[in-house]
């Protein structure tokens, strides 16, 4: 995230700068954010009805940021169906634990082509090879549901943990200043509470330390 005295801007590596006015807010029913973004138009909460703006033309999806679905401790660009749904900490160590399981736990983006999930041309005329992908496909929505949830239940939970009012809306810029000397703290929590809610309690904790250990090997190779 870049200083700018008026927007907190996010900027990814090919990517067109994405950002949301500093009066945003984070809903407190939802706990999504909604404000004025970069290009001027209304990013609405999940609250709130999408309302056609032709600034808004270039998305797919109506936001130009969020906080991260997993640690809700960064904001993150957003837009598109390729938008990552995670910062680049939960982002390994959900393609990490994915890995491990060998199916889509945690979904990192909204389109299945991220999520390894695709038919080929050949595929696509055999029937038992279409019935697969529709059965993959259908799971993957409800794990993006799911995981939905989740961030919200997530960021309701650094709320509680930071201080912060949680029957209000919260100033972006609160929250963010709340984080920022918590970050790791808040991110280690997020894990734990990911890997409980998608693999259980004792299973979760069994792999925590493995998934942590490949995502930071990964991090040194980088």
């Given at each position: 995230?870049?200083?700018?005295?008026?927007?907190?801007?996010v900027r990814a590596s090919g990517a067109r700068p994405r950002g949301?006015?500093?009066?945003?807010?984070?809903?407190r029913r939802c706990r999504e954010l909604r404000g004025t973004t970069l290009e001027g138009w209304h990013q609405p909460c999940g609250c709130e009805p999408v309302v056609d703006d032709p600034r808004a033309a270039a998305h797919d999806v109506a936001r130009a940021v969020e906080l991260c679905w997993a640690c809700g401790?960064?904001?993150?660009?957003?837009?598109?169906?390729?938008?990552p749904l995670h910062c680049r900490w939960c982002r390994r160590r959900a393609v990490v634990?994915?890995?491990?399981?060998?199916?889509?736990?945690i979904p990192v983006g909204r389109h299945s082509l991220m999520n390894g999930i695709a038919v080929g041309a050949a595929a696509a005329r055999d029937d038992v090879a279409m019935a697969a992908f529709a059965v993959s496909a259908r799971t993957l929505f409800g794990a993006?549901?799911?995981?939905?949830?989740?961030?919200?239940?997530?960021?309701?939970?650094?709320?509680?943990?930071?201080?912060l009012p949680a029957d209000v809306d919260v100033a972006l810029g609160d929250y963010l200043a709340a984080v920022s000397p918590r970050r790791?703290?808040?991110?280690?929590?997020?894990?734990a509470a990911a890997l409980g809610a998608t693999l259980?309690?004792?299973?979760g904790a069994a792999w925590?330390?493995?998934?942590?250990?490949?995502?930071?090997a990964e991090e040194r190779r980088l």
């Open positions: 995230m870049h200083e700018d005295p008026v927007y907190f801007v949301i006015a500093h009066d945003a807010r984070l809903c401790t960064v904001l993150i660009g957003s837009g598109s169906r390729w938008s634990l994915n890995r491990l399981a060998g199916r889509v736990v993006l549901d799911a995981h939905r949830k989740f961030a919200a239940r997530r960021v309701a939970a650094n709320l509680r943990g930071l201080g790791e703290e808040l991110r280690a929590a997020a894990l259980g309690v004792e299973i925590g330390p493995r998934i942590e250990r490949e995502a930071r």
